[in-house]
């Protein structure tokens, strides 16, 4: 199925580690998204990669790096996770148009929590 | 620079009556316009899209949205809740360049 998907769904680890969420699209998109989703279901844009490039990076702590290996994934690593990282993540794609600003395509999301 | 206002945390309605959810938006430029809709435990899904065709957006699950430039609205109509039509609801603002910007969502509850 054409889609965005992320992987795990869920993720139960403990404060001080690392881990990573993968995301891929399958829609052929030039951009890609991480989004958090506080537990208010406020959501905040993290990165945006178009064509493996970054082009937003919102205020973050460094302890999140996107990767982009390739147009079709862009993975998140999260080093030293805090209690305050619990939220669901989502990946999201969206193709580039010139002149438009079309939708986005989001994964299911990726529940995080840190104990 | 872009913004969207949601004017309501949350809105209840009874099954069958109509639902209204507000969403302002601030825009330097010509704006795309869009409603997802987020079911609990889901993903967020699109409703519709405004890209400067006509102003009344028609979406799937009976929902519309009329863009109104003179009071820089975009609010979010459908006839008669539905049960199913619980969930939360962001309204997006979008210019080009392809960054987006989300309203603080609505969530909607249909009471039986």
């Known amino acids: 199925d054409t889609a965005v998907s992320q992987t795990p769904k869920y993720l139960v680890t403990q404060m001080g580690n690392d881990k990573s969420i993968k995301c891929e699209q399958n829609l052929g998109h030039d951009t890609m998204y991480w989004y958090k989703q506080d537990s208010k279901k406020f959501l905040k844009i993290m990165f945006s990669?178009?064509?493996?490039?970054?082009?937003i990076n919102e205020t973050v702590p460094n302890r999140f790096s996107p990767k982009s290996p390739d147009k079709a994934h862009l993975n998140l690593h999260i080093n030293s996770l805090e209690l305050g990282d619990s939220a669901v993540y989502f990946c999201a794609s969206s193709p580039l148009i010139p002149g438009l600003a079309d939708e986005q395509f989001f994964g299911p999301g990726t529940r995080l929590t840190v104990l | 620079a872009q913004s969207v206002t949601q004017l309501d945390s949350h809105v209840s309605v009874s099954e069958g009556t109509p639902v209204l959810l507000r969403c302002n938006y601030s825009s330097s430029y010509s704006p795309s316009l869009f409603w997802y809709v987020q079911h609990p435990n889901k993903g967020l899904q699109l409703l519709l899209k405004?890209?400067?065709?006509?102003?009344l957006v028609k979406g799937i699950n009976g929902f519309e949205a009329e863009f109104k430039k003179s009071e820089t609205s975009f609010h979010l109509t459908k006839p008669s809740a539905h049960m199913s039509d619980a969930a939360e609801y962001f309204c997006?603002?979008?210019?080009?360049?392809?960054?987006?910007?989300f309203g603080t969502g609505t969530s909607l509850t249909v009471i039986p």
């Open positions: 405004y890209t400067s065709a006509a102003t």
């Open positions: 997006v603002v979008s210019a080009v360049g392809n960054q987006f910007y």
């Open positions: 990669y178009n064509n493996k490039e970054l082009i």
